[in-house]
C-alpha cells in the first residue's frame, strides 16, 4: 500500500515539473508570438525605414522605434484582444470554458485579423509547404500556417511602404549630389549637405503624423 501511495505522489510531482516546463516554454514564446501575430512587425520595419531614408543614423534610437511600434500594435490590436477577453478569457475565469476550450476560441479572433491582412497567394505557399489539403475556409488551417503566412505578407507590405518613403528622400539626395558635381565639390559629402534639407521637409509635411496614420490606416 505504501508503495502505491509513493508511485501517486511521484506521479503528482511529475506532473507538477512537467506544467512548470510548459509554463516556462510558453513565457519564453510569448514574445515571438507577439511579434509574428500582431501588426508589431509592419510596425517596426516601416519605422525603421524612415530612419534609414532620413538618414539619421541612429536617431530616433532603437528603444523609441521599438517603444512606438508596440503602443501603435497595442491600438491596432484592442479590438482584437477585446474579442479574446471576451469570448475566451472572461469565460475560463469565470469557469464556463476550460483550458482548451478557451484556447480554441482565443484563435479565432487572432486567425481572423491575420487571414484578412494575408494574401491568398502566401497562404497558399505554406498550405502546399505542408503537403495537407486546403480546407473549406481559411479559419479551419492552423496557427503553424497562418502565421508564416502572415509574417511574409506583412514583410512584403512593409517593404512596399517602406519603398514609397524613400523615393523622396532619394530625390533630395540626387539632387545634392549633382549640384556639388556641377560645383566641383568632390570632397564634400552629399550626405552631409542633403541631411539638413531632408529633415527640413519631412518636419514641414508633418512627416511622423503622415507616417503612422497610414501604418494604422493599413490595417482598417
Do not use: C, H
Amino acid at each position: 500500500m505504501e508503495n502505491l501511495v509513493d508511485v501517486f505522489s511521484n506521479a503528482g510531482e511529475s506532473s507538477e515539473v512537467i506544467d512548470l516546463y510548459l509554463l516556462l516554454l510558453l513565457i519564453a514564446l510569448i514574445p515571438s508570438f507577439l511579434v509574428l501575430t500582431t501588426s508589431f512587425t509592419r510596425m517596426i520595419v516601416v519605422l525603421s525605414f524612415t530612419r534609414n531614408a532620413l538618414g539619421t543614423q541612429q536617431t530616433p534610437p532603437n528603444q523609441v522605434l521599438i517603444g512606438l511600434a508596440l503602443f501603435l500594435s497595442l491600438f491596432v490590436m484592442r479590438p482584437v484582444y477585446e474579442d479574446v477577453n471576451e469570448v475566451a478569457l472572461t469565460p475560463m475565469l469565470e469557469g464556463d470554458l476550460s483550458r482548451e476550450e478557451a484556447f480554441i476560441e482565443a484563435e479565432k479572433p487572432i486567425k481572423d485579423f491575420m487571414i484578412n491582412q494575408t494574401r491568398t497567394s502566401d497562404i497558399e505557399l505554406f498550405v502546399d509547404l505542408s503537403g495537407e489539403d486546403y480546407p473549406e475556409t481559411p479559419q479551419d488551417l492552423p496557427l503553424t500556417t497562418i502565421i508564416p503566412a502572415f509574417s511574409i505578407s506583412e514583410l512584403r507590405t512593409a517593404f512596399t511602404i517602406g519603398f514609397l518613403i524613400f523615393i523622396p528622400f532619394l530625390v533630395i539626395d540626387i539632387v545634392v549630389a549633382s549640384i556639388l558635381m556641377s560645383m566641383g565639390m568632390f570632397m564634400l559629402s552629399p550626405v552631409m549637405i542633403s541631411l539638413p534639407f531632408k529633415l527640413l521637409l519631412f518636419v514641414m509635411v508633418d512627416g511622423w503624423y503622415l507616417v503612422v496614420e497610414s501604418l494604422v490606416s493599413s490595417f482598417y
